[in-house]
Structure formats: C-alpha cells, structure tokens
C-alpha cells in the first residue's frame, strides 16, 4: 500500500503560481511513476502531467504544457506541480496518483493509488 496526501491548493489570481506537493508514505516510492490529475465540477478526471520513477522523464497534458512543471524527491517521498500563469480554467481538485505498472502513462485506470485531493482555485 501506498499513501498519498496533497497540500498547497488554494486561491490565487490568474496569472499567479502555486506549488501542490503530494508526500508519499508506504512502499518504496522510488518504486512508482507518479501522475497529476484534475477534476473540475461537472466534468471528468483528466491527467495534467507524469513523471517516471527516477524524474528523468515528465509528460504533459497540452493545455498545462509550458506552464506547469512536475518533479519529484525521492529522498524526501514527494512528488510536486509547480503551476505558473494560472488560469480561471485550471480551477479544479487536484489529485496524485502513483503506479509500479509502467513507465509513465496518462490513463487514470493504470493507477494504483490516489491521494484525496486538493482544490486550487484561480479567480478572474
């Protein structure tokens, strides 16, 4: 079992940043690829961004792409979103999630752990 908790959602302007950390406890983290994922209300989870085991390969989703940017310690078991240039659109709850299957993936059901969530909100 691994368990996943995020902090640093909240309110911020547009054009603002933010840092959500999501702390690993458990298995071995290094173990698993790590993904972000966001649901706002009324629509479907969707993947934001992975990164694999070692933090040498991250993947995007186009509409965070150049804005955000996912790394990890291993050291400390923490994955993170830094989240730059915010938008009213990137207002959701923010999940992470962990996998030992692959590399890295954008499907939601290849993760195997998910933390509860976090909600960032961006005003206009």
């Known amino acids: 079992q691994v368990q996943l908790e995020e902090s640093g959602g909240g309110l911020v302007q547009a054009g603002g940043s933010l840092r959500l950390s999501c702390a690993a406890s458990?298995?071995?983290?290094?173990?698993?690829?790590m993904g972000w994922f966001r649901q706002a209300p009324g629509k479907e989870r969707e993947f934001v961004a992975a990164?694999?085991?070692?933090?040498?390969?991250?993947y995007y989703a186009d509409s965070v792409k150049g804005r955000f940017t996912i790394s990890r310690d291993n050291a400390k078991n923490t994955v993170y979103l830094q989240m730059n240039s915010l938008k009213p659109e990137d207002t959701a709850v923010y999940y992470c999630?962990?996998?030992?299957?692959?590399?890295?993936?954008?499907?939601?059901?290849?993760?195997?752990?998910w933390g509860q969530g976090t909600q960032v909100t961006v005003s206009s």
């Open positions: 999630a962990a996998q030992g299957h692959v590399t890295m993936t954008t499907m939601a059901s290849v993760y195997e752990y």
């Open positions: 990164i694999n085991w070692s933090g040498r390969s991250t």
């Open positions: 458990g298995r071995t983290f290094s173990n698993y690829a």
